[in-house]
Every structure is written in C-alpha cells, then in structure tokens.
C-alpha cells in the first residue's frame, strides 16, 4: 500500500527512550515537526543495531532540521528496555536516544502495510512525515538490506528545500546544489547548465 499523500496512520503504543518508559507515546503529539518513523524486524539482532546507532549517530543533523526519529518493532517494550541496557560491543543498542516504540500487537506494522506475511515481523520500512501529519516518501526494504541514514537526511533537506523554495530537487540533489522550477523552461535551463 502506498502511504505517500495520505496522512499518517497514528497510533498511541507503549515506547522506551533511554531508561525511561513512556506508557502512552503517541505519533500525532508530533504533529508540527518533522518525523522519520522506521520499522525494523527485531531486537537482538544483527542489521538491526547498526542501523539503529547509525541514526542515533546522525540525530543532531535530524533535530538541526526540526525532525523527530521514531523506531518501530514487534518487540516488547521489556525487550526494547533490556536492549538499551546492552552495550554495542554484546550487539546491544545502549546510548541511543530517540523512542523506540513496541508493536506487539502489530497494529502498528499493519497500518503502515509493512507486516511480512507469515513472519510476524516487520520489513525495514521508512517513513516521512511531514508537518501537517502526512507521508511525503515511503521506503521498504527487504529484512536483510540496512538503509542509509544519509539518503534518509536528503530526503529531509529535499522536502524542506520544496517547501521554502517550490523548487524542485532533480536525481541525485544534496543541499546545495542547483535546483529547478517545475515547469517545461525550468527542466531546459537545468539541463543547460549540466552541460
């Protein structure tokens, strides 16, 4: 299912952010930033750590852009605490930040059509939600493919740049580079100046 375009499934679930546990953590409390919401398979185990420090290791760069980062899995929120309590060097996720919200239910990974059939996990889906609660991009990735964490930031800066500017950021566009007017004569100009 295609999220983007539509507004944000919300939900209200129980989530952990350090050492403390948030009994009533809900998406739509959000509303007004920026969020990136990803989904990944389970705690304990192997891609799944380094992603979750790769974006904590990028969290500054995130909230420097008023974006809010949420995980999600089918884990328990026991789980996802004793987790925080493992150090990295035993494969555990100690020292990340943001909340990490459980979906035993798998509620959560169905609203978001990210539930791998017949597993009872959730693939690696992203998404990006924007200030008004609505999905702007959507990405899912297979259990054993990690994501980039950088390519999740251009993807901030490129909807943000849309947004204050209404331009728009063609293939392989960083912040910085040239954009263009969303028009026939904008695309020309573009191209003429990629020569």
Known sequence: MVLVGRNAPDFEATAVRENEIIESFKLSDLKGKYIVLYFYPLDFTFVCPTELHAFNEKLS???????????????????????LSTSREKGGI??????????????ISQAYDVLVEGKGVAYRGLFLIDKDFVV??????DLPLGRSVDEVIRMVDALQFYEERGEVCPANWRAGDRSMVPDQKGLQEYFAQTK
């Open 94 to 107: 100690e020292g990340v930040k943001y909340p990490i919200v459980s979906d035993l239910t798998k509620e």
């Open 136 to 141: 702007r991009h959507q990405l899912v990735n």
């Open 61 to 83: 760069e995130f909230h420097s852009r008023n974006t809010e980062l949420i995980a999600v899995s089918v884990d328990s929120h026991y789980s996802h605490f004793a987790w």
